[in-house]
Nanobody, 119 residues
């Protein structure tokens, strides 16, 4: 059974930091890229960071230099360190494989974790 459980979100003032965690199971964690996605109200879900099994990373321009994605293959965990948070970072954050995992032909997403940045 695929499970993606995100945690670590919360309310933070602009300029603050949060560290998100994702526990993944039932996915090909060790051989697939992992990514952090986010979806703000009224906007489509977007990929903000991804990491290869060997630790190579890529970031959306909007978070470059502020966010750091990492993974622990032994624990099936992926993390997102978010620094210098901005109001526009407010969104529900999801972890997933990249490309995102599909179960019986349907996209699968966990519950996500809410990040709210106050001005």
């Amino acid at each position: 059974q695929v499970q993606l459980v995100e945690s670590g979100g919360g309310l933070v003032q602009a300029g603050g930091s949060l560290r998100l965690s994702c526990a993944a199971s039932g996915v090909s964690f060790r051989i697939n890229d992992m990514g952090w996605y986010r979806q703000a109200p009224g906007k489509q879900r977007e990929l903000v960071a991804r990491i290869t099994p060997r630790g190579q990373t890529n970031y959306a321009d909007s978070v470059q230099g502020r966010f750091t994605i990492s993974r622990d293959n032994a624990k099936n965990m992926v993390y997102l360190q978010m620094n210098s948070l901005k109001f526009e970072d407010t969104a529900v954050y999801y972890c997933n494989t990249y490309p995102n995992v599909r179960v019986r032909g349907l996209d699968y997403w966990g519950q996500g974790t809410q990040v709210t940045v106050s001005s």
